[in-house]
């Protein structure tokens, strides 16, 4: 068990660029979670998996925001268009549904972006 | 949706000293999580605990979801304890999670 890897760890696009980041989730973990957090605040939910399945998305989440999980293991989280709203800490977590009494979160170290 | 608050938003300690944070939410909840975000940014789960009582080394919880709170117990604090606690709860029991603002611990020497 390597944990939650994420990658890059930094990230820095102009303006109107789009960037990808991925996220690979400790393995027996059938469920994958994006969030993203801004300087002082707590981790703002974005979207999550189960397996492959999207089963929601944020209404926080422009049409620019697209995740996908193809087969159930790694995700990949992209943003079009980038805009300087967008620069902020994205931040990957990974649980487990069944067979475990601990259905907490493992996050990864996260991929900073800045848009300039 | 549900709303999170923690309280104090900042405490400073000197090492050795206890300490309690608090946790309240404005809704049932069957998730409920305390993190540790160290001074590098890495989020730390501590505890999983929807209702009852942990324990694990210095740090203990409690959560009394009747009444919608959960508190964090640190005992004999250390350095290494400074950064900020999350508090986060969900509906499910693997759900999303909503954050709270946190409260920023300093320890001193």
């Known amino acids: 068990d390597t ?39 707590g981790p703002e939910f ?18 620019r925001f697209s995740a996908e999980r193809p087969k159930g293991s790694f ?34 170290s996260g991929t900073r972006l800045t848009v300039v | 949706g549900i709303q999170v608050e923690q309280s104090p938003p900042d405490l400073i300690l000197q090492e050795g ?33 929807p209702s009852g009582t942990k324990q694990n080394g210095r740090l203990s919880a409690t959560t009394v979801a009747t009444e919608r709170y959960s508190l964090l117990y640190i005992s004999s604090s250390q350095t290494t304890d400074s950064g900020v606690y999350f508090c986060a709860v969900g509906g499910g029991t693997a759900s999303k999670l909503t954050f709270g603002t946190g409260t920023r611990l300093q320890v001193t020497l």
Not at chain 1, 46 to 63: G, H, I, W
Not at chain 1, 82 to 102: F, H, I, K, P, V
């Open chain 1, 3 to 41: 944990g939650v890897s994420q990658d890059p760890r930094h990230k820095i696009t102009k303006r109107g660029q789009n960037v990808t980041f991925r996220c690979d989730p400790i393995s027996e973990h059938n469920r994958l979670y994006w969030y993203r957090q801004t300087l002082g605040q």
């Open chain 1, 46 to 63: 974005l979207t999550y998996f189960q397996n492959e399945a999207q089963l929601e998305k944020s209404r926080l989440l422009s049409d």
């Open chain 1, 75 to 108: 995700s990949t989280l992209e943003i079009q268009r980038t805009e300087q709203g967008d620069s902020a800490m994205y931040l990957c977590a990974s649980s487990a549904t069944t067979g475990r009494a601990n259905y907490g979160y493992t996050f990864g």
């Open chain 2, 17 to 49: 000293a206890n300490s309690t944070l608090r946790c309240n939410f404005s809704d049932s909840v069957n998730n409920l999580q305390w993190f540790h975000q160290n001074p590098w940014g890495q989020l730390i789960n501590l505890f999983y605990i």
